[in-house]
């Protein structure tokens, strides 16, 4: 075995190992040359053992940049890789001396110039709401197959929401009681039938001939808050809506689990439908006949946050109004939103090539006035009731902007508009799918009309536009918590996005989803 003593690491000297910062430079060159880590040592210091590699060859210096480049390129030749765009990166490229007088003239960056960048000229070809994709190479308006089913469908009053259909039985929660008073216990194989009000399981103790008492209804009424505040009901709606119920339920004399069963439902679906029954029916299409006979206009002001569908739904109640033989004028208030006039004008544009003039003695079914941005909203709907009163059309639809109920300047803008024209309809349009924030909203919208109106006796909202219903399954608590807290209809409920998708609402319909 090789000692210590044997091995060259013991033949070392001290002198060997200290850095002399006075060597030569070409010598401390040829030492980085070699392996990283190691020290160079010279024969005198170090014999040569007997089975030790030979010795590298050793470079005189440093190499500058082209000798580093000749090198690469020799070996790319070896391994034959001549390719002319990997040998002209790496030639030495000569230097050039500089020219004392700068002749050179340096290249500056030219700036990008873009198609259709937005400038005067290019606003003919960026108009989409004109012809531009609107019209087929004969000249006709371009309409879908889709559309053209449409005609026809819509006339008279609108069809209500359909009731989905059960297929359980209404003493489901029942079943395991007899006539006699025994209960039926079912096999441990089968798998017992979900009951669509889960929360009335709780009931199965309440059984015998005796008077719920508050002790009874407090459990089941706060699984029945947490239940309606899941299909989205407002928290503070959900709470005024149980005790409601649990007043009516205290002191009821019940017999069999069944008639608990069944009280309990019958009063729940009371109290529903009692809410989403209008105090009052609003009945457009008679009211534009009245309208008529006036010689005057109706006037419908539609109103909301940002986002909710307004101008949308707007151009649905025009063509269900265009389907019964009326005439409408849309007003177009929202002078804020970027491209809300254009919207519009393809609405009119599309409405008018469903109904031709040619198939209403010439006469355009729906037409749009528009002064442009930035005006006076309250001014531009004046106008066009009075445009629409002189030329006789029907119906006057007023479109306004978007805003937020907390937004004063928008408000006081709307409390302008309506307080001017005093419309016979403003509708609210508001989306299915909040929970908590509709309170918030009308609340804050019927606040915001009557503080900032100097009229005796203000206008509020008179009914709702509820927008998006199709998007949110059995989730129906926003229609609980709007009427509930205005005390107003919904008039209209919409559920798609084409011209057809306008509803009536159906109570049955949102109960039976709101209990499922």
Not at 419 to 427: S, W
Request: hydrophobic residues 35%; aromatic residues 4%.
């Amino acid at each position: 075995m090789k000692t210590f003593d044997d091995s060259q690491k013991s033949k070392k000297t001290v002198a060997s190992m200290i850095e002399n910062k006075k060597e030569d430079p070409a010598k401390k060159g040829a030492k980085k040359g070699g392996q990283k880590g190691t020290k160079e040592v010279t024969a005198e210091e170090v014999p040569a053992a007997k089975d030790s590699p030979p010795e590298r060859e050793a470079t005189t210096g440093p190499l500058d940049k082209d000798a580093i480049k000749q090198k690469v390129l020799a070996a790319r030749k070896k391994k034959g890789d001549t390719s002319p765009s990997s040998s002209s990166q790496l030639q030495p490229s000569p230097k050039s001396p500089k020219s004392p007088s700068g002749g050179g003239t340096k290249k500056t960056k030219e700036n990008r110039q873009w198609a259709l960048g937005g400038k005067p000229q290019d606003a003919a070809t960026l108009d989409m709401s004109k012809t531009a994709g609107m019209k087929n190479d004969d000249g006709t308006m371009l309409v879908t197959d889709e559309d053209r089913d449409m005609l026809g469908t819509m006339k008279g009053d609108l069809r209500a929401m359909d009731v989905e259909s059960s297929s359980e039985e209404e003493d489901e929660d029942a079943e395991g009681v007899e006539d006699d008073g025994f209960q039926v216990v079912p096999h441990p194989t089968e798998s017992p039938k979900k009951s669509r009000f889960g929360f009335l399981t709780s009931l199965r103790s309440l059984v015998g001939s005796r008077s719920l008492t508050q002790e009874d209804i407090d459990p089941i009424m706060e699984k029945m808050k947490d239940h309606l505040i899941a299909k989205n009901v407002a928290s503070d709606i959900a709470v005024k809506v149980c005790e409601s119920l649990a007043g009516k339920l205290e002191g009821k004399v019940l017999g069999t689990f069944q008639s608990v069963s069944a009280t309990v439902k019958t009063a729940m679906q009371d109290s529903m439908v009692q809410i989403l029954t209008p105090k009052r029916r609003v009945d457009i299409l008679r009211d534009v006949m009245e309208a008529q006979k006036q010689k005057r206009p109706f006037v419908i002001t539609f109103c909301g946050v940002n986002g909710v569908g307004k101008s949308t739904n707007l151009a649905k109640i025009t063509f269900w109004l265009i389907e019964n033989g009326f005439s409408v004028l849309v007003a177009a208030c929202d002078t804020f939103r970027s491209g809300a006039v254009e919207q519009l004008r393809t609405h009119c544009r599309k409405l008018n090539a469903l109904h031709p003039p040619e198939d209403h003695g010439g006469r355009p079914m729906v037409q749009l006035y528009e002064k442009g941005y930035g005006k006076d909203p309250a001014g531009i709907a004046m106008e066009a009731i009075n445009h629409a009163r002189d030329t006789h059309i029907d119906v006057v639809m007023v479109d306004t902007a978007g805003r937020m109920q907390d937004n004063e300047p928008l408000m006081r803008a709307l409390t302008k508009l309506i307080a001017i024209n005093q419309p016979d309809l403003v509708l609210f349009v508001g989306e299915a799918l909040v929970g908590n924030e509709a309170v918030d909203q009308l609340v804050k919208f019927n606040r915001a009309l009557a503080d900032f109106s100097q009229m005796e006796n203000p206008r509020l909202i008179d009914g709702i536009l509820l927008t998006k219903f199709d998007t949110i399954d059995d989730k129906v608590g926003a229609a609980i918590s709007m009427t509930y807290i205005t005390g107003q209809p919904i008039v209209f409920v919409g559920t798609g996005q084409s011209y057809g998708d306008l509803k009536n609402l159906n109570a049955k319909a949102v109960v039976t989803a709101l209990l499922k």
